[in-house]
């Protein structure tokens, strides 16, 4: 139940925080009406972050728990900071997000922005910004434990 809250409180995996597309097999595409790939931000996350195809979702989402939603479960992190680091992640994505709008992800986005970007200020603070999501997402999120 924690663990479902938690996640009702985040989509950080299936809004193109976390990951930029789940791999979906053949039987998964016809069913979901996708070409091998379901490309992230998912256009199945609906408000309050609920999967709108939920019972129906890829065995890659549903298998997918990450560091921080299996350490509330083994109740190494208590509800509330779990959801404080959420939010820290999604200032990070949002801190990024306004240096360079876009509908990407985040993370390539930015990438592309520091290998292509003309101006070369806004490149420096992209990079910083986009390292700092990713060490923040890879310490609570994707790291293993
Ligand atoms: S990133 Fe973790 S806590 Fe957030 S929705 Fe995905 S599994 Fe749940
Ligand atoms: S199908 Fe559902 S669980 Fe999978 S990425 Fe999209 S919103 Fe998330």
Redesign the pocket.
Known sequence: MSLERLCLAC?L??DGTLFTH?ALTDEESRR?GFDGV?R?P?????EGCR????AL??K???RFVCMLGRALEDKEVPFDEAVELVNEARRLREHLDALIPGELPAIPRARHYEAHGTDNELAVKVREARRALEAFTLRHFLGRR
């Open positions: 989509g995996c299936c789940v979901l379901l992230q998912c256009e199945n996350l609906g999967c709108r195809v939920y979702r890829p890659g989402c549903a």
